[in-house]
């Protein structure tokens, strides 16, 4: 019998019909529309010590429903090795990391939340020091492979405590975005390997310029975002002009939530109090003059553009201290406690 040979040029052409049948039919899926309470939370900074108690009560009067409990883990750069309160270098002392980094002081974080009926998000996070975590990246496989073994350490030793605590939500990690493309494999495993650890809600915190390229939204429950888009350059934008700036991302937000049919939550987004605030929204090393009019200005945008999309399930403002005082450093400025912004999220989150 002579062999049968297919045609490649038939092959093409059922690839591309195939193709242009999947995008037909994510066109025609309906926009999602998210049908829970909005999320009104803040990213809460670690602080060294224990607070007080009553800490969180000026958040629960302000209508804040949620935090975000962020434990640090920690790398230098082009080290392959990954430590966190688990998992520390030889010879260092246990109280290296400080009190709201560790299980004991996450645990006793989401008490005093509890305490106010505030609802929990567990968000590890990774400081690169010598570099940025954006773009943590290895040469060679063995690099990859020791990093990633303490890597699946620190997230699913998370994850097994924010199972134990019955945390709400579980945010596997933040801002490895080049990490995640770079590797799609083990991410998607270490999702598999997490919901057998942790029975809740899961999402990831994506920077604002990688979240549409990621590979995994399909295994998550919510599409995380870090929202630090660019909106305006001038010194104090008006409202309108930021809200007319939202109108790209939000165009790209709504597509990425209709094709995977999931709200998108951002897990952080917040702006300093600072002169050109809505220009480079991710910047906090970069000179500052305060400017509280901007800051107030970038959130009623946010929520005026942002708020009433039906994809949208809420956020996590960056960020808000536990203690009293916390130290005159610029990157403080992104805090909106006891400035304009903190009265424009009253306002926001009573309604």
Same mark, same amino acid.
């Given at each position: 019998?002579?062999?049968?040979?297919?045609?490649?040029?038939?092959?093409?052409?059922?690839?591309?019909?195939?193709?242009?049948?999947?995008?037909?039919?994510?066109?025609?899926? =309906? =926009?999602?529309?998210?049908?829970?309470?909005?999320?009104?939370?803040?990213?809460?900074?670690?602080?060294?010590?224990?607070?007080?108690?009553?800490?969180?009560?000026?958040?629960?009067?302000?209508?804040?429903?949620?935090?975000?409990?962020?434990?640090?883990?920690?790398?230098?750069?082009?080290? &392959?090795?990954?430590?966190?309160?688990?998992?520390?270098?030889?010879?260092?002392?246990?109280?290296?990391?400080?009190?709201?980094?560790?299980?004991?002081?996450?645990?006793?974080?989401?008490?005093?939340?509890?305490?106010?009926?505030?609802?929990?998000?567990?968000?590890?996070?990774?400081?690169?020091?010598?570099?940025?975590?954006?773009?943590?990246?290895?040469?060679?496989?063995?690099?990859?492979?020791?990093?990633?073994?303490?890597?699946?350490?620190?997230?699913?030793?998370?994850?097994?405590?924010?199972?134990?605590?019955?945390?709400?939500?579980?945010?596997?990690?933040?801002?490895?975005?080049?990490?995640?493309?770079?590797?799609?494999?083990?991410?998607?495993?270490?999702?598999?390997?997490?919901?057998?650890?942790?029975?809740?809600?899961?999402?990831?915190?994506?920077?604002?310029?990688?979240?549409?390229?990621? &590979?995994?939204?399909?295994?998550?429950?919510?599409?995380?975002?870090?929202?630090?888009?660019?909106?305006?350059?001038?010194? $104090?934008?008006?409202?309108?002009?930021?809200?007319?700036? @939202?109108?790209?991302?939000?165009?790209?937000?709504?597509?990425?939530?209709?094709?995977?049919?999931?709200?998108?939550?951002?897990?952080?987004?917040?702006?300093?109090?600072?002169?050109? $605030?809505?220009?480079?929204? @991710?910047?906090?090393?970069?000179?500052?003059?305060?400017?509280?009019?901007?800051?107030?200005?970038?959130?009623?945008?946010?929520?005026?553009?942002?708020?009433?999309?039906?994809?949208?399930?809420?956020?996590?403002?960056?960020? @808000?201290?536990?203690?009293?005082?916390?130290? &005159?450093?610029?990157?403080?400025?992104?805090?909106?406690?006891?400035?304009?912004?903190?009265?424009?999220?009253?306002?926001? @989150?009573?309604?």
């Amino acid at each position: 019998m002579s062999a049968i040979y297919p045609n490649p040029i038939s092959q093409l052409t059922c690839v591309a019909c195939l193709f242009i049948c999947l995008v037909a039919s994510c066109q025609h899926q =309906p =926009p999602y529309r998210h049908t829970g309470d909005p999320i009104r939370g803040v990213n809460l900074v670690a602080p060294p010590r224990k607070p007080a108690d009553t800490t969180l009560q000026a958040l629960k009067a302000l209508g804040g429903t949620w935090v975000a409990v962020v434990p640090y883990g920690f790398c230098r750069k082009d080290d &392959p090795h990954f430590f966190w309160s688990g998992n520390r270098p030889p010879g260092e002392r246990r109280g290296g990391q400080w009190w709201g980094e560790t299980p004991e002081g996450v645990a006793e974080t989401v008490q005093m939340a509890r305490a106010q009926g505030l609802k929990v998000m567990l968000k590890p996070h990774v400081w690169m020091m010598g570099g940025s975590h954006l773009d943590l990246a290895f040469d060679k496989e063995a690099d990859w492979q020791t990093f990633e073994a303490d890597y699946r350490g620190y997230v699913l030793g998370h994850a097994r405590l924010a199972d134990s605590l019955k945390i709400d939500l579980f945010c596997i990690t933040t801002e490895l975005d080049k990490f995640a493309l770079a590797r799609p494999d083990f991410w998607k495993q270490l999702i598999i390997d997490v919901r057998k650890i942790y029975k809740g809600k899961l999402t990831y915190a994506a920077n604002w310029d990688r979240y549409d390229k990621l &590979p995994f939204w399909s295994q998550l429950d919510y599409i995380g975002v870090d929202a630090y888009f660019p909106l305006s350059d001038d010194k $104090t934008p008006s409202v309108k002009a930021m809200v007319r700036g @939202w109108k790209k991302p939000i165009a790209e937000l709504a597509t990425l939530s209709t094709t995977y049919q999931k709200p998108i939550l951002f897990t952080e987004f917040g702006y300093r109090a600072c002169d050109r $605030t809505a220009e480079k929204p @991710w910047e906090s090393e970069t000179d500052c003059q305060p400017n509280m009019e901007a800051q107030a200005n970038a959130y009623t945008a946010l929520y005026e553009a942002v708020g009433p999309q039906p994809w949208f399930a809420g956020g996590f403002v960056w960020k @808000w201290f536990m203690l009293e005082r916390h130290g &005159p450093r610029e990157r403080d400025m992104y805090s909106p406690q006891g400035k304009p912004a903190g009265k424009v999220l009253q306002r926001t @989150w009573s309604k």
